[in-house]
């Protein structure tokens, strides 16, 4: 399984993987929401991805934006 950790930096918000930091992000809904896409896109080659946010609250959504691609026009 792949994990995408959203966790909090000096400087801001990032996403790891493993020991690896990816873009350093302004704020933490953003982190998240790249965080989701990627595991998105690794979910659509069949393999098990995650996203974890560090001090997120059980009962908070990781996603604020709805997935508008499934809706019929």
């Known amino acids: 399984m792949i994990t995408f950790n959203v966790v909090k930096e000096q400087h801001g918000w990032a996403i790891r993987m493993d020991?690896?930091?990816?873009?350093?992000?302004?704020?933490?809904?953003?982190?998240?929401?790249?965080?989701?896409?990627?595991?998105r896109a690794i979910r659509?080659?069949?393999e098990c991805a995650e996203v974890i946010?560090?001090?997120?609250v059980p009962s908070e959504p990781l996603t604020k934006t709805a997935d508008t691609s499934s809706v019929a026009a």
């Open 44 to 46: 659509c080659h069949g």
């Open 19 to 39: 020991q690896r930091m990816m873009t350093p992000f302004w704020s933490r809904d953003l982190a998240i929401r790249e965080a989701n896409c990627l595991a």
């Open 53 to 56: 946010v560090e001090d997120a």
